[in-house]
């Protein structure tokens, strides 16, 4: 054992702190959610290597379709960045929904939430912080993904409004799927599991979609399997928020997987939270 | 000096009153005051088919370190775990610091701090970062918040490592970030299990001083334990577990007591004769024989010192080679074994007795 403190410390000056500390006037749920979220902002500046994670997959992606088959699929490397940018920061944020319960995951494997509950908070304040994680992780990914598309030529029709509207819609979607994989670092102890069993439940969602290749293309089984895929709906509706001509129906058809999620999802999280 | 409890009034009087302390508040802040800080009756909690804890009470009074002695899988933690609101029992009912258990869970969670068995830190962050993150969800706000994490920084000789990840700190400075992490306020009743598994011999001298030290502050401090030389270092009080149950309670020498007036401890020259050894010992004293992990040596309970003087005159007479004897009150191994009819806890560190040969 490698304590580098190896002197006996004495408890002499241990004394004075040992006084009676008397609890402070309790804080909100809110203040008990801020620490948590301050927590997550911590774990940025002390792991950066995590942001490169979150960013290496999308930018691959997004040179790759982009010059590799962006002219064949849409005629030009440019015209297809419009097409396939909007999808792209959706695939990225479903994936990136995998860390917060990854972290759960390794929390509460390691007994930290063992404290956490011991605490007189708010129930609910620590997965209240892996959100806050979440909104940044995916606002970060979103802005460096959209920024590098930026550089390549993408030019938003929209305008700053329409994207700002499409980055909302993204950390709705964000959110959502939040939950499942909160729930999975619920159930999963061993976190590498929950990572692959996530991607396991994303990659035909995030693949089998509109957001690399126009279905118009697939054969018919495909293309209703494809237009029937949630994803879809979500980069359709980031597409025409982004480059003009979204409907009210698509960005509600967006909507509804992620308010669906977090309908079901977060009554079933506090009760396996609470059975823990 | 300024080391204090709710119940020493009178050494209050030198406190810096930068937090709110007052000498009202630290007596008068539990109900009951003069009742036990835990009360458990019947407390259950199945898992399945298994009845992890099987009905046990418990009767901790306030300022003292009570010992849940038991050997891997006895219960311990999960026991431990109810009475932190960790886990709801399944049956029975205990109060902590005066608080219902299953009544208000969120009030007792105001007067108790836990300890896990596994550090209960966050590796990324720093120690100091920590402590802050405890502190703010308790409710200390900016700079009363950093003044207590430099405060227990400094009281647990960590200040050094302060700013660094706690991923790289010692198991022992871990431990002892750990417990700081539990004192952010003073609990009522602090919550230790297994507080030194895994700990070198220096690092868990550091932590049975803070543990000490705790408790003449005015802690109650219930730990858990399958050292038998830690509970009786530590606790005024122990209770023996074994399969959800509680099989014996008292203080170290009640233990010891009930178990008779002492042992008698042979060792023999020629191992070919320990058989026979054994043998005439059982016979003369009429009780088991305790072989050491070595075979070497033998441990018997001896009513009196003359029973024991006799037994060894008829090992002489059997011709049988003692190396060496002696006569020593029981240690807790011993204590475990007449209690369960069965060898120490696997995984403890307890020794044969010191006494028992040279």
Redesign the interface.
Known sequence: MSDTNTAPFSIAPLSPQLRFVERPRPPSALSNALVFGWRAVLKFKHVPEQLFDLITMPIMFTLLFTFVFGGALAGSPSEYLSYFLPGILVQTVVFNAVYSGMGLSTDLSKGLFDRFRSLPIWLLAPCAGLVVGDFLRHFIAATIILTIGLLLGYRPQAGIEGTLAAFLLLLTIGFGFGWVFIVLGLVIRTPTTVMTLGFTLIFPLAFASNIMVDPATMPDWLRVMVEANPVSWMATAMRGLMNGGASIQQVLLALATPVLLTAVLVPLALRLYKRQ | ??????ADADK?TG?TME????QD??AG?YPDAAKAAIVARGLVKRFGDVHAVNGVDLDVERGTIFAILGPNGAGKTTLM?ML???TAPDGGSASVMGYDLVAAP??V??V???????????????GR?NLL??A??????GR?ARA?AD??L????LTD?ATR?VKSY????RRRLDIA?S????PGVL?LDEPTTG??P??R??VW??IR??AD??VTILLTTQYLDEADQLAARIAVIDQGRKIAEGTSRELKATVGSGFLHVAVNDSAQIDAAAATLKERLGENVQRSAEGAHLSVKAPTPQAANEALAALIAAGIDIADFSLSSPSLDEVFFALTGRAAPVGSDSHAPEDASS
């Open positions: 000096m300024d080391r204090c409890g709710p209050m406190i937090m709110r302390t007052t508040e630290g802040r775990r932190a609101t960790l969120a009030v969670r105001g108790i701090a836990m300890t896990g068995q596994f550090a209960s830190l966050d590796e990324d962050l720093t970062e993150l405890i703010r969800l308790w409710g200390f706000r009363a207590r405060e227990l400094a009281a647990f000789d490592a990840q010692s198991g022992g400075m992490a004192l952010v306020v003073t919550f700990l070198d220096n690092a001298q550091d001083r803070m030290a705790l502050s005015g």
